[in-house]
């Protein structure tokens, strides 16, 4: 899960940050001549490796089912326990007060 969070936060930043930035900058001096610089920067990015992607992503595919399991097998406990306790209480109950 931790994997999966930061290879996902690693996409993102990929994905918004600038590939290539400009900036022009300009100065008048106080006898009138301007001077102008311009700069630019290229921000180059590592290759997304696709195997690992996929292996990510197939583990949070099984994660998924393993908590849908867990939660249908936590759901039949509790259903088992009331209905138990339900037979119990009526077991323990005054005629007529049922």
Do not use: F, W
């Amino acid at each position: 899960m931790k994997r999966t969070v930061i290879v996902a936060l690693a996409l993102v930043l990929m994905v918004a940050g600038c590939a290539k930035r400009t900036e022009t900058e300009a100065t008048v001096s106080e006898t009138g001549t301007s001077e102008t610089s311009t700069t630019t920067v290229t921000t180059s990015y590592p290759a997304i490796d696709t195997t690992a992607t996929a292996e990510v992503k197939a583990e949070v595919k099984e994660a998924g089912k393993d908590v849908a399991a867990a939660g249908r097998d936590a759901a039949n406990a509790t259903g088992t326990a009331l209905e138990k306790a339900g037979k119990k209480i009526q077991k323990h109950a005054k005629p007529g007060n049922q």
